[in-house]
């Protein structure tokens, strides 16, 4: 298993900086991860220091470039990357993650409720049925991370978002540009690399409040 040491190396590059208390969580939320993976498919990412940069790493990059307080929306959480993991740098965020497959949905209960986090929703709605049953423009954050069809999404997302509120997306290269085109009401800012990959990026996207 990975020292505290190890995970502060491995997230160097990211610009983090976790207290000790923070790396606890998160390498208890690994050990989950990787056991529970034996059993279920949460990710295709097997070995521990790959985990944490490719899932928490890129995650919580996200800390570095916008603020993140308020109530945050993760769409197609799966293993609860990037919602639950800012759960470990940002505590007093209100977090629901949607999730429609039930076996990863209780995998994110067991963690939530192995680290102690308060203040997080599991729900298995699709989009859709989420927006039908408890309407719009209620978060400041929605994040969507390995999600399929993100032009479609992109859209449909916004609609969760108060005035202001940021849609951020993890997107390969080439799925920038045709999510740009999708303007409805979001003012896209520049596409930011991801540290040690090439073709990862995230885009994010402003409510326009005029």
Same mark, same amino acid.
């Given at each position: 298993?990975?020292?505290?040491?190890?995970?502060?190396?491995? =997230?160097?590059?990211?610009?983090?900086?976790?207290?000790?208390?923070?790396?606890?969580?998160?390498?208890?939320? =690994?050990?989950?991860?990787?056991?529970?993976?034996?059993?279920?498919?949460?990710?295709?990412?097997?070995? *521990?220091?790959?985990?944490?940069?490719r899932h928490?790493?890129?995650?919580?990059?996200?800390?570095?470039?916008?603020?993140?307080?308020?109530? =945050?929306?993760?769409?197609?959480?799966?293993?609860?990357?990037?919602?639950?993991? $800012?759960?470990?740098?940002?505590?007093?965020?209100?977090?629901?993650? $949607?999730?429609?497959?039930?076996?990863?949905?209780?995998?994110?209960?067991?963690?939530?409720?192995?680290?102690? $986090?308060?203040?997080?929703?599991?729900?298995?709605?699709?989009?859709?049925?989420?927006?039908?049953?408890?309407?719009?423009?209620?978060?400041?954050?929605?994040?969507?991370?390995?999600?399929?069809?993100?032009?479609? $999404?992109?859209?449909?997302?916004?609609?969760?978002?108060? *005035?202001?509120g940021k849609?951020?997306?993890?997107?390969?290269?080439?799925?920038?540009?045709?999510?740009?085109s999708v &303007?409805?009401?979001?003012?896209?800012?520049?596409?930011?690399?991801? *540290?040690?990959?090439?073709?990862?990026?995230? =885009?994010?996207?402003?409510?326009? &409040?005029?």
């Open positions: 298993m990975l020292s505290n040491d190890d995970v502060r190396e491995l =997230l160097t590059p990211f610009g983090l900086s976790l207290t000790t208390s923070q790396t606890r969580l998160l390498l208890e939320y =690994l050990d989950l991860l990787l056991r529970w993976n034996q059993k279920i498919n949460l990710t295709a990412i097997r070995t *521990p220091e790959d985990c944490v940069t928490f790493g890129e995650s919580l990059y996200l800390t570095n470039l916008i603020e993140i307080q308020g109530r =945050l929306l993760d769409i197609g959480s799966g293993a609860g990357f990037p919602g639950l993991a $800012m759960k470990i740098l940002r505590p007093s965020l209100a977090v629901t993650l $949607m999730e429609p497959v039930a076996k990863k949905r209780a995998f994110l209960k067991e963690v939530t409720r192995a680290c102690g $986090m308060t203040d997080v929703e599991v729900t298995g709605h699709r989009a859709e049925e989420f927006s039908a049953r408890f309407g719009n423009a209620a978060y400041d954050i929605v994040t969507m991370r390995a999600v399929g069809e993100p032009e479609k $999404m992109a859209t449909f997302a916004a609609r969760f978002l108060k *005035p202001s849609l951020c997306l993890w997107l390969g290269k080439g799925q920038v540009a045709s999510v740009r &303007s409805q009401g979001i003012l896209w800012g520049i596409p930011h690399p991801i *540290p040690l990959s090439r073709q990862r990026l995230i =885009l994010i996207g402003t409510i326009d &409040s005029s």
